[in-house]
């Protein structure tokens, strides 16, 4: 039994390390993200406490704990939670995000192209007069 709840909490402190590290850069990788609209301090408070919380779980998972059965659990459903998240925030945020950007980037192209199209005229000198 002891050896089920060990690898237990060895694989949701894996899960969770991988979902919150996940999070951390969907949150904080772009610099359009909406997360510094808000005002520094909550920025750097939420940072710190995610940095923490993956710190801790990578921690657990390298030095084997072997908590009680209620921590084992708390942290199972936290695994759970937070992979949720990390693919609610990938899909709904990430996704949508980068789509918009090849969209912006198509319209540029195309815009460039057509400018690029009507600055190629033939410029009148004396070699080329009829």
């Given at each position: 039994m002891e050896t089920a709840k060990l690898v237990t909490n060895f694989s949701s402190n894996i899960v969770l390390f991988i979902a919150f590290t996940a999070f951390i850069i969907f949150v904080f990788g772009r610099t359009d993200s909406k997360i510094y609209r808000l005002p520094w301090y909550k920025v750097i408070a939420?940072?710190?406490?995610?940095?923490?919380?993956?710190?801790?779980?990578?921690?657990?998972?390298?030095?084997?704990?072997?908590?009680?059965?209620t921590e084992v659990l708390l942290n199972l459903g936290l695994a759970i939670l937070m992979t949720w998240a990390a693919v609610f925030h990938y899909f709904e945020f990430v996704i949508p995000h980068r789509n918009q950007k090849t969209e912006?980037?198509?319209?540029?192209?195309?815009?460039?192209?057509?400018?690029?199209?009507?600055?190629?005229k033939p410029r009148k000198t004396a070699l080329n007069k009829k």
């Open positions: 939420l940072r710190i406490g995610l940095a923490f919380v993956t710190c801790a779980s990578l921690l657990n998972a390298l030095t084997l704990s072997n908590p009680e059965w912006q980037i198509t319209e540029l192209k195309i815009s460039h192209a057509v400018v690029k199209k009507a600055s190629r």
